[in-house]
């Protein structure tokens, strides 16, 4: 079946410091690919995505290229803040199977000031 | 706007004691997920609704948990009866389209102990 693995945490850096969370991926089709955050205390909310291979998502700084060769999903930021604290999910879902999204288990980022 | 409305935010009842989560998705999404997240297990997804219908519960530790949505604008997790094990925070999120857009909107979360 389908599943997403990511690295395990915590990860702590100092600011300013260059980040790359892996994930790799088991598909059987062509998925979608995510990457969720979750801050303190809230939901997760979505990050970026990437739907097709060698598609790139990006906000806030945040970068992950979809690379099919690889199955992976790295999530890299140049340069990290306190505020981006947090634990973050890669997540995949697969059109024309079913509805689920499945989401890896989580890596907690520490930013240390 | 107003998100995904969960309540109550934080329970905390005693083993063998019913417990009822609440989920209000955003207006016009037509997918609700109940998702769990614990430590051991990370975030699993327990059950979730297209059109107010169940499609996939296969996730539902046991009989004692339950779902409902009896309209769009409403769903219902139910534990009956609580144990220790299922102390965790769970989840709602709502979706347009489910996996065609792979956005879910997640509520802040139940934080359910139980003792």
């Known amino acids: 079946g389908n599943s997403v693995t990511q690295m395990e945490g915590p990860v702590t850096l100092s600011e300013e410091a260059f980040l790359t969370i892996n994930c790799t991926y088991t598909?059987?089709?062509?998925?979608?690919l995510f990457w969720y955050v979750q801050y303190p205390g809230e939901g997760l909310q979505l990050l970026l995505k990437?739907?097709?291979?060698?598609d790139k998502g990006s906000n806030k700084g945040f970068e992950a290229t979809y690379r099919k060769e690889t199955t992976s999903f790295h999530l890299e930021k140049g340069s990290v803040q306190v505020s981006d604290s947090a634990v973050y999910f890669c997540?995949?879902?697969?059109?024309?199977?079913?509805?689920?999204?499945?989401f890896g288990k989580g890596t907690r980022l520490h930013i240390l000031p | 706007d107003a998100g995904v409305i969960q309540s109550p935010r934080h329970e905390v009842t005693e083993m063998g004691q019913e417990v009822t989560l609440r989920c209000k998705p955003i207006?016009?999404?037509?997918?609700l997920f109940w998702y769990r997240q614990t430590m051991m297990r990370g975030l699993e997804l327990l059950i979730y609704?297209?059109?107010?219908?169940?499609?996939?519960d296969s996730g539902m530790p046991e009989d004692r948990f339950s779902a409902k949505m009896p309209n769009a604008s409403f769903s219902t997790l139910k534990i009956q009866p609580s144990e220790p094990r299922d102390s965790a925070v769970y989840f709602c999120?709502?979706?347009?389209?489910?996996?065609?857009?792979?956005?879910?909107?997640f509520g802040e979360g139940s934080r359910l102990t139980v003792l």
């Open positions: 609704f297209n059109n107010n219908v169940p499609i996939d």
């Open positions: 999120a709502s979706s347009w389209g489910g996996r065609y857009t792979g956005e879910l909107f």
């Open positions: 207006s016009g999404h037509d997918y």
């Open positions: 598909a059987t089709g062509y998925p979608s």
């Open positions: 997540a995949l879902s697969e059109m024309n199977r079913d509805d689920k999204i499945i």
């Open positions: 990437a739907t097709k291979a060698d």
